[in-house]
């Protein structure tokens, strides 16, 4: 089974090689929290350890070597990054409750150290391994609970055997929330990937409506110039050649024009066509936020005219995704729009003083996927979150867009003051 790396890296920041506990596991299907096992682990190390004190062994040479075999394995997957099987894991576990087995109990236990050892075992195999691997395993632990000495009663077996089945009883609660956490993370990652895809397609036949408007008004120039010059007169031929030339111009401009519409037909919605928006609108847009009863405050400084057409329409729809936001999610909150032109870039920052428990928390949520992608594709940078006790999205894009498909280093832009 196969995922996507945007599933892969949706995890909270922890060191490497507890990541790879996650990453193995993401590939057998269940989102296996690195926590989990180091838990579980650590809990049976502790149990080893009281254990041996019940038995006042603590100082021989059995106590290191029973927690190699429980160390190893796991020292091992986080090594090589692999998911082993239950049977090789299960041996070590055998190992240690053997090695125990040759060392007498002191008396008047109310309950053996080694059952706890056992239930997390039987805890651990049930939410790594399924139902199927964890009741074998807690069969045969139960199976060998008569061999310990501190089981000398009804009741003391009882007792272990219900510890035990607390144990199963976890691992299948882990398992099932495992199971549900890959299951969500697995659809976030796919909606993020439709946002940003779905973005990428809205900027195509955007980009497409520019250039086919630039090359038609460019192509009627040409035809205009070939004509103009096919009725003048030609004594040395010239004119000729520059009408020839002005032909293959306008031939190969038309079967460019047919090249792009063809390429982006499917994207395009049928109906008719309409001016895209620019950063010159954006008052009209705060007015429209403003008559719905949004307070939105705008300030604007440098000259906006030298824009490119790509970077004046993104700029406006990162403005409008970003108040339709605070709309959303911070309850119609008091709204600040700042556009900032400088010689080198474009600043627009969108801010609104909203409460810390209604700021927006997830980056992957579709409308920041798809302004992160408009910006990035402008050569810009957009970042969203918190700063102080307010949410604020910030666009920092160059004046004029990348061509020929070159992105522009975003490191050189100028971050926010």
Not at 269 to 274: H, I, T, V
Not at 297 to 312: C, K, R, Y
Not at 338 to 348: A, G, I, S
Not at 400 to 406: D, M
Request: hydrophobic share 50%.
């Amino acid at each position: 089974m196969r995922h996507s790396p945007t599933l892969m890296n949706m995890h909270l920041p922890v060191p490497r090689v507890l990541r790879r506990i996650e990453t193995t596991s993401l590939e057998h299907g269940v989102a296996y929290p690195w926590w989990m096992g180091v838990l579980c682990k650590s809990g049976q190390v502790v149990a080893t350890g009281i254990a041996f004190l019940q038995r006042d062994a603590f100082d021989t040479w059995q106590f290191p070597a029973v927690l190699a075999l429980l160390l190893l394995p796991i020292a091992y997957e986080l090594a090589t990054a692999s998911w082993q099987p239950s049977w090789v894991r299960v041996l070590p576990n055998v190992a240690v409750f053997a090695v125990i087995l040759t060392l007498p109990i002191a008396s008047n236990i109310a309950i053996d150290a080694v059952v706890v050892v056992l239930a997390l075992m039987v805890a651990d195999f049930q939410a790594r391994d399924g139902a199927r691997v964890g009741v074998a395993v807690s069969l045969l632990a139960a199976a060998s609970l008569p061999m310990l000495d501190s089981i000398g009663s009804t009741a003391a077996l009882l007792l272990s055997l219900f510890a035990i089945a607390l144990g199963l009883e976890a691992g299948v609660m882990v398992r099932w929330g495992a199971r549900a956490l890959f299951a969500e993370r697995q659809a976030r990652a796919e909606a993020y990937e439709r946002a940003t895809l779905a973005e990428r397609d809205r900027i195509a036949r955007e980009i497409h409506d520019l250039v086919a408007h630039s090359l038609s008004v460019t192509m009627l120039q040409v035809t205009a110039a070939r004509r103009i010059l096919n009725d003048l007169p030609d004594p040395t031929g010239d004119i000729s050649e520059a009408v020839d030339a002005l032909s293959d111009a306008e031939h190969i401009g038309r079967q460019a024009m047919s090249d792009i519409r063809q390429t982006v037909s499917g994207m395009s919605a049928s109906g008719g066509r309409q001016p895209l928006p620019t950063a010159d609108d954006l008052p009209a847009l705060v007015e429209q936020f403003r008559a719905a009863g949004q307070q939105v405050e705008f300030e604007t400084s440098g000259d906006l005219s030298g824009l490119s057409a790509p970077v004046s329409l993104g700029l406006y729809r990162v403005a409008q995704e970003s108040l339709a936001n605070v709309v959303k999610h911070a309850g119609g909150a008091p709204a600040e729009v700042e556009l900032e032109v400088t010689p080198r870039q474009v600043r627009l920052t969108v801010r609104n003083p909203a409460a810390p428990s209604r700021m927006p928390a997830d980056p992957f949520g579709t409308g920041l996927a798809g302004m992160k992608a408009r910006v990035e594709q402008l050569g810009g940078h957009l970042s969203a979150g918190r700063g102080g006790n307010a949410w604020i999205v910030q666009a920092i894009v160059p004046r004029q867009a990348p061509s020929g498909g070159a992105r522009p280093t975003v490191g050189r832009l100028e971050p926010a003051q």
